[in-house]
T-cell receptor
């Protein structure tokens, strides 16, 4: 298992609400990427954080936002939740620009929007 | 943007047989090609990867081959075992994008029958 952890494990929210998901990266990793995995599909890139700044974004609206902290942990915030936001949210850490390309995933947070 | 096609979507083999999964990509400048294994309810696990300057890489029963001219790469699993049963995803990192941005294929459900 990787050293990447995520919380919470599961979450149920109502449409229109806001949610914050958390990720702790593997020791020595300074880059965190967030992915959305809908049921039966591959992960889709949301954005990446490197040294506390967003460094690349996929095709997701601005209501998906994030933060990275000095200890390289990260948060994913989603505002105005929609039913289609129901998915497994994965974070992945890597050594980023200073190292190799390998990314290691956390266990994910299962978000259900009702 | 990058487009990744993965085939087959499902693959059923007998224990001991070989399994091959193929992915094609659209951006000829892509330079990193990992494969992930995801068991039910678990995180995607990096099992092998290859960079664009290498044609083949092997790790015990698993190998990946890359054909840059044809823009496809394949995962080969030999002497399959029931514990190889999982969903396998290929991914591509387009050059010039942030290091965290992987574009994933749709996944292959591999079932190994004892």
């Amino acid at each position: 298992e990787t050293g990447v952890t995520q919380s919470p494990t599961h979450l149920i929210k109502t449409r229109g609400q806001q949610v914050t998901l958390r990720c702790s990266s593997q020791s020595g990793h300074n880059t965190v990427s967030w992915y959305q995995q809908a049921l039966g599909q591959g992960p889709q890139f949301i954005f990446q954080y490197y040294r506390e700044e967003e460094n690349g974004r996929g095709n997701f609206p601005p209501r998906f936002s994030g933060l990275q902290f000095p200890n390289y942990s990260s948060e994913l915030n989603v505002n105005a939740l929609e039913l289609d936001d129901s998915a497994l949210y994965l974070c992945a850490s890597s050594t980023g620009l200073a190292g190799g390309y390998e990314q290691y995933f956390g266990p994910g947070t299962r978000l259900t929007v009702t | 943007g990058e487009n990744v096609e993965q085939h087959p979507s499902t693959l059923s083999v007998q224990e001991g047989d070989s399994a091959v999964i193929k992915c094609t990509y659209s951006d000829s400048a892509s330079n990193y090609f990992p494969w992930y294994k995801q068991e039910l309810g678990k995180r995607p696990q990096l099992i092998i990867d290859i960079r664009s300057n290498v044609g083949e890489k092997k790790d015990q029963r698993i190998a990946v081959t890359l054909n840059k001219t044809a823009k496809h790469f394949s995962l080969h699993i030999t002497e399959t075992q029931p514990e190889d049963s999982a969903v396998y995803f290929c991914a591509v990192r387009p050059v010039g994008t942030s290091y965290g941005k992987l574009t994933f294929g749709q996944g292959t459900i591999l079932t190994v029958h004892p």
